[in-house]
Structure formats: structure tokens, C-alpha cells
């Protein structure tokens, strides 16, 4: 089975300071992960992956996650915040010993982010 | 701008009717999905076509009906619908990957159902 955490329902953050949104996760395996977010009335966004190699993983408009594996976790962050990052964040993962045809994502319950002016 | 398209962006529907979702993508993405997606709530996956053949479905209802004409697009057929069944309905496409499937999805907006 795979599954996904995101603890934290909400997060307020002032711009310009450092943003993180918690995920964490459970495979069987090594894990495929993945972070989307989404604006109001829109699409999931992709925002970044880890399949394998470093760690620490830098995708679109200035995030980064880093895998840990013996925490099991997949945090994102972004260095300095912006207002318009305020959206759902999703943390998704796959495990690839389940075989599937398709990106059988299991995703996490969303973080509302919310950054200040 | 979205490279999936979804169309109508709204629908209005009763228990009775019968409607149609549709979903294109010209990325070359051999694999697509139908999602649908409660307010504040993640994306729950419905059905998976991967090669123009349904490879999942996800013990979906038999009021919802998928179809995949060619590779380009994908349509989610809507009959007796309940009013529980008002959500946001995303269509995603990825790259098959020579069948490991590791690539991201890429999402479409979505239509939002409201049955009455």
C-alpha cells in the first residue's frame, strides 16, 4: 500500500520569509514523489519530482524538496516567499513495486498555504 | 496556459440528463486519467487509459462511463448522476515511459458538475 501525510492543514507565512510544507509518506519501496499545487478554479500545477539521485530535488518558480529517506519525508520549500504563492499544495506519491499501468498517484490531504504581504 | 484541455468549464446537470465531459492533449502523452476532486479535498483518481485501453478503474459507479477515441482525447459520459456526484472533474495526460509511467501529470482546469 502507499499512502501520504500532510500535517499541516494550513500555513501563514510573511513574504520574503522561508516557506516549508511538511509531507511525509509510506511505501513499501523506494518511492516516486511528487508536488503539485493549485490555484483557485484551476488545474494541479506540477512542481517538482524525485525518482532517484540527489536528494535534493529544485523544480519551477523557485522550490525545492529534499527526500530523506529515513524520515520518510518530502518537505517543500521555497527560500522566500511570495504572495503569489498562496495556493493548495499537494504532496502525491507512487510505489513502484505496485504495478500499474499509469502514474498511480496516492495523494496527500493538501496544505493551504497562505503568505502575507 | 493548461496544454490539457478540458470542455465545458461549467455544467449543469439534472439526475435525468445525459452529459458529456471532454478532455484533449497533443503532447504525445499515451497515457490520460479522469480525476474528480471535492472542494478541499485532493484529486481522487477514477479511471486510467494507457494505449487508447482502460488499464484502471478505480470501482467507479457504472453512471460514469469512460472513452478513449484515439490519443488525443478523452471523454467521460454523465447518465443518472446524483447530487453527491457535484464536483471538479480533472483530466490529466502523461508520457507512458515505456511503461513505468514515472513521468508527472500534467492537469487540465477542470469542469465543475453541479447536478440538481
Known amino acids: 500500500a502507499q499512502s501520504v501525510a500532510q500535517p499541516e492543514d494550513q500555513v501563514n507565512v510573511a513574504e520574503g520569509n522561508p516557506l516549508t510544507v511538511k509531507c511525509t509518506y509510506s511505501v513499501s519501496g523506494n518511492p516516486y514523489l511528487f508536488w503539485y499545487v493549485q490555484y483557485p478554479n484551476r488545474g494541479l500545477q506540477f512542481l517538482l519530482k524525485y525518482i532517484t539521485g540527489d536528494n535534493l530535488v529544485k523544480g519551477s518558480y523557485g522550490f525545492e524538496a529534499e527526500f530523506n529517506k529515513s524520515q520518510t519525508s518530502f518537505h517543500l520549500k521555497k527560500p522566500s516567499a511570495l504572495v503569489s504563492d498562496s495556493a493548495l499544495y499537494f504532496c502525491a506519491v507512487r510505489d513502484p513495486m505496485i504495478k500499474a499501468a499509469g502514474n498511480k498517484l496516492t495523494f496527500g490531504g493538501g496544505t493551504r498555504v497562505l503568505v502575507k504581504p | ?116
Request: charged share 20%; net charge positive; proline share 7%.
Open chain 2, 1 to 116: 496556459d493548461t496544454e490539457v484541455t478540458q470542455t465545458p468549464k461549467h455544467l449543469v446537470m439534472g439526475m435525468t440528463n445525459k452529459k458529456s465531459l471532454k478532455c484533449e492533449q497533443h503532447m504525445g502523452h499515451r497515457a490520460m486519467y479522469w480525476y474528480k476532486q471535492k472542494a478541499k479535498k485532493p484529486p481522487e483518481l477514477m479511471f486510467v487509459y494507457s494505449y487508447e485501453k482502460l488499464s484502471i478503474n478505480e470501482s467507479v459507479p457504472s453512471r460514469f462511463s469512460p472513452e478513449c477515441p484515439n490519443s488525443s482525447l478523452l471523454n467521460l459520459h454523465l447518465h443518472a448522476l446524483q447530487p453527491e456526484d457535484s464536483a471538479l472533474y480533472l483530466c490529466a495526460s502523461s508520457l507512458a515511459d515505456a511503461g513505468t509511467y514515472n513521468s508527472p501529470l500534467h492537469f487540465g482546469n477542470g469542469t465543475r458538475l453541479t447536478v440538481t
